[in-house]
């Protein structure tokens, strides 16, 4: 605190930072001047560890560049969503040897059968939990690639609608065709759960966020408020207190929630835990909510 701003005297310096992050503005030892509100003091880019260029070069990253994409942090969901890859991959391939056994003129069902193929192929790429695989630098870049041109998979409604979709074309190749009625209805059930599962925890999320968008609206702020001069983004801890000030509910996100909610509000399909100033400016604009 003491390389920023004006030099503070001791009796005014207490206070300066509570245990929940918010900062009491005081008034420097040179003079009289105009009072920064709390909650802006507490977000500005020179307390709480950030840096007033924080979020310089954000956004679009590379396969190597380190950054996180969210949905993939909890283990869980990784394997729920690898599950539901292994389903696809699997139904591709053992009905397309049943066809090649059984061959017969039918191109609409050759082609359900070979984007089925890619799309299975495309999910195992994006949700193997195996870190020797995950880590591996093609890999890595088929990932990124996959991610920039399909930014929807990033985000819990877009997965889950994802695999809602893949659930019928699974029911359609096992069970309309009579391969394997069994199959047919036990892998369905499966995606059809994981796909609603995952819209219900993103239309949670979104509706969140849509409060503290509503409230900071409301009252009337940018996001330029809530950032110093020369700051261009919001950590992950910055972006919490701004939401706890905004709706006094410190608690609204939990830690991997923020994960989630800095990833839906990124503009690329990496990003290092920074939400820009361009991307809380994008958020707070009219329009429908942002879906996470």
């Known amino acids: 605190l003491k390389s920023f701003g004006p030099k503070w005297p001791k009796s005014s310096r207490q206070g300066l930072?509570?245990?929940?992050?918010?900062?009491?503005?005081?008034?420097?030892?040179?003079?009289?001047?105009?009072?920064?509100?709390?909650?802006a003091m507490a977000l500005r880019g020179d307390f709480q560890g950030g840096s007033a260029g924080g979020g310089q070069g954000l956004g679009l990253g590379g396969p190597d560049d380190g950054g996180n994409i969210a949905i993939e942090k909890l283990l869980k969901w990784n394997w729920a969503f690898f599950g539901?890859?292994?389903?696809?991959?699997?139904?591709?391939?053992?009905?397309?040897?049943?066809?090649?056994?059984?061959?017969?003129?039918?191109?609409?069902?050759?082609?359900?059968?070979?984007?089925?193929l890619v799309f299975g192929a495309i999910m195992i790429i994006l949700d193997t939990p195996i870190p020797h695989m995950t880590n591996h630098l093609h890999i890595k870049a088929a990932r990124f690639h996959i991610y920039k041109f399909a930014l929807f998979m990033t985000r819990f409604m877009g997965r889950g609608v994802w695999y809602l979709f893949?659930?019928?074309?699974?029911?359609?190749?096992?069970?309309?065709?009579?391969?394997?009625?069994?199959?047919?209805g036990l892998f369905t059930l499966y995606l059809l759960v994981l796909g609603i599962v995952a819209m219900g925890?993103?239309?949670?999320?979104?509706?969140?966020?849509?409060?503290?968008?509503?409230?900071?609206?409301?009252?009337?702020?940018?996001?330029?408020?809530?950032?110093?001069?020369?700051q261009t983004g919001l950590s992950k801890d910055q972006f919490k207190v701004m939401v706890a000030s905004a709706t006094n509910e410190p608690d609204l996100f939990t830690m991997d929630e923020l994960d989630y909610v800095v990833n839906a509000l990124a503009f690329g399909p990496h990003n290092d835990g920074h939400v820009t100033l361009e991307e809380l400016r994008y958020w707070l604009s009219p329009g429908p909510p942002l879906m996470v």
């Open 166 to 184: 893949l659930a019928t074309m699974v029911f359609g190749v096992l069970w309309d065709t009579g391969i394997n009625a069994i199959l047919g």
């Open 17 to 39: 930072a509570t245990g929940r992050g918010q900062f009491v503005s005081r008034r420097p030892v040179s003079g009289p001047g105009p009072r920064a509100a709390p909650d």
């Open 201 to 230: 925890k993103g239309l949670l999320m979104t509706h969140k966020l849509g409060r503290v968008r509503e409230a900071i609206t409301g009252a009337g702020y940018s996001a330029d408020h809530y950032l110093s001069r020369n």
């Open 84 to 116: 539901g890859a292994l389903i696809v991959f699997a139904t591709a391939v053992g009905t397309g040897i049943h066809w090649m056994g059984h061959p017969t003129f039918a191109p609409g069902t050759f082609f359900s059968e070979f984007f089925l």
